[in-house]
């Protein structure tokens, strides 16, 4: 065989693109180990699992000797197929929307066609290699992940000297393309993540977060922010947006063209935000009561004072929400009737299937950080990002990968990814207190089972007008799951809308360009899939079946105030405030 202008050409001039070749491998499997290896939670049942599935192996002798004949015979045919012994097999089919090997070199060549299809073949005896062994579910399905994670990681386009494109790239720019990806690499590490979109173009307060607001309350966990309005006359009721503790709160601000903010505040809202800060160590021993009466409740009660409001209106995103779910027992026991009505953002009530990511939590886990908690500790956000990154690897990891290091380009700005990389630390009691009850136990689905701030919670007895949002393509809180919120909520005033795309994309969907659809469906029957088969698609943005839903909870239109907060709760510093400028190391 003829060797193609983009494979390696033997000879002396050929050893530095190899030693730079060489180095780059080097780095995808350094990177290997940080991103499949290294997020393995230390301690969990993960290798329980797999001597669970290596023993079913090893006791279904028949079916294993079957697939690796099998796999044997495909093996024989791909490479007979490339000598041209014998006539060329089908390719095993990638899976829909892969685009690892869509350009047209992997076609092109025989050599890196014949790589293709060997990790194909490979992927695809891996995956009916689990599927075939005697084992539990739960077992199998924590197995088939990180196999997942595994064939994925090994993909052949993630390593330079079987990636067609890199070679020819390489050979075009002499070597600069590696060269370059080098010196992205360095600098990613020394961030401790990889860039997902050219970070130098975004900067919290210049171009990002620029909604015009004042924070008028803070304490060591949180900003409040109050916003400018817009309107000469506003609604008399403001609301309140509780954001996940996890990423920043500017998701929901991000630039003026795709700010919810912005655009709530133009529709007449008095918006206050919660800016949650970054743990630092001295606040490790942080509790989700913490959260509770030190964050929502206090929140809500300076919103109450400054706005001179019996009730306002409450928004909780993500974690967000299940804070703010657990933060309406207490007020419940407390009788504070300080909300007219309160929406979940893609949020979870009912966590028995919260998605891939309760690979990454078990009991043994749990456990260690229990006994950890007197002694506090900081949850790195860096850590929890990766581990979201693995739920779509393809997509979140090895596609930047091979982009950034190993083709040596900068990826395109894009504000939703510099945020998805702009994480926020944790402390280790509240997280901890979060795994055990929700993704655990599930104990917010089920009456009395936990308590917060010595209450007991239980989410049947809210009685509030409830609006529920979740995004058909949620790989975080899947929109089945969060539907269950409509059959276990007591009130009899929740409405479920179900919006198109992902977790963030979803959510964050702009008025203006009128993209993607929602649906909606006044009735509640206890499927979901029955609920979505009744559905009427609508058009454009979510955010105006709320803003119609909202309005009515926000009572009559007043003047605008001249400027924020009041004698007690005086302007500290312009929006953002410091808290979200606040960077998470390596």
Request: some cysteine; overall charge negative.
């Amino acid at each position: 065989m003829s060797q193609s202008s983009t494979e390696p050409q033997a000879g002396s001039e050929s050893q530095p693109y190899q030693a730079f070749l060489q180095s780059l491998t080097d780095a995808n499997r350094k990177l290997l180990e940080n991103f499949v290896g290294g997020m393995r939670p230390a301690g969990d049942s993960q290798p329980k699992a797999f001597e669970q599935f290596m023993q079913g192996l090893m006791g279904n002798t028949q079916q294993l000797v079957g697939l690796q004949s099998s796999y044997y015979q495909q093996q024989m045919d791909l490479w007979m197929g490339l000598l041209g012994t014998r006539e060329k097999q089908p390719n095993p089919p990638a899976s829909k929307g892969d685009r690892r090997f869509a350009a047209p070199e992997w076609a092109q060549y025989p050599f890196y066609d014949y790589i293709k299809q060997q990790y194909l073949l490979s992927a695809k005896w891996l995956n009916e290699l689990v599927d075939g062994v005697p084992m539990d579910d739960p077992t199998r399905v924590k197995v088939g992940f990180y196999t997942q994670q595994f064939i994925d990681a090994m993909s052949p386009s993630n390593f330079a000297l079987t990636n067609p494109e890199v070679i020819k790239l390489a050979l075009d720019t002499k070597g600069e393309s590696l060269a370059e990806g080098l010196r992205k690499l360095s600098e990613d590490m020394a961030k401790g993540h990889i860039s997902m979109t050219d970070e130098s173009q975004f900067a919290v307060g210049e171009n990002l977060a620029v909604t015009p607001g004042t924070v008028v309350f803070e304490s060591p966990l949180f900003q409040l922010i109050q916003y400018t309005p817009t309107t000469a006359q506003v609604y008399e009721r403001p609301v309140l947006f509780v954001p996940p503790a996890v990423n920043k709160y500017y998701l929901m601000d991000l630039q003026p063209e795709n700010s919810m903010v912005r655009h709530f505040v133009a529709q007449g809202y008095t918006v206050f935000m919660v800016s949650w800060r970054s743990i630092t160590p001295e606040l490790g021993k942080l509790t989700w009561d913490d959260y509770v009466e030190s964050g929502v409740i206090k929140a809500a009660e300076v919103v109450r004072e400054i706005s001179k409001q019996d009730k306002i209106n409450v928004l909780g995103f993500c974690i967000g929400g299940v804070i703010l779910a657990t933060t309406l027992a207490v007020m419940k026991a407390r009788e504070l009737d300080w909300f007219e009505s309160v929406t979940f953002m893609t949020s979870l009530i009912d966590h028995t299937e919260p998605g891939d990511i309760k690979q990454f939590v078990d009991e043994e886990l749990v456990k260690k950080r229990e006994a950890k908690l007197a002694e506090g500790g900081v949850i790195s956000g860096k850590e929890l990002a990766r581990a979201f990154s693995m739920l779509r690897a393809n997509d979140l990891i090895w596609n930047y990968v091979v982009n950034n290091y190993l083709k040596g380009k900068t990826p395109p700005p894009f504000d939703l990814l510099y945020w998805n990389n702009d994480s926020a630390n944790l402390p280790l009691p509240m997280h901890t207190f979060f795994l055990r009850n929700m993704y655990l136990e599930n104990n917010l689905a089920k009456p009395g089972a936990m308590s917060v701030c010595g209450v007991p919670v239980d989410v049947a007895k809210y009685d509030w007008p409830i609006y529920i949002f979740a995004a058909r393509e949620d790989h975080i809180v899947p929109w089945q799951s969060a539907y269950r919120g409509t059959q276990l909520l007591g009130s009899d005033k929740v409405r479920y809308v179900l919006g198109a795309s992902g977790h963030i994309a979803g959510s964050i969907n702009p008025v203006g360009p009128n993209k993607r659809n929602y649906w909606v469906n006044d009735d509640h029957p206890a499927d979901a899939d029955s609920w979505l088969a009744g559905a009427e698609s609508r058009p454009g943005s979510w955010w105006q079946d709320w803003d119609n839903w909202l309005a009515p909870q926000s009572g009559k239109q007043v003047a605008a105030p001249k400027k924020p907060g009041n004698t007690r709760y005086k302007a500290i510093e312009p929006a953002p405030g410091a808290y979200v400028k606040a960077k998470v190391g390596a």
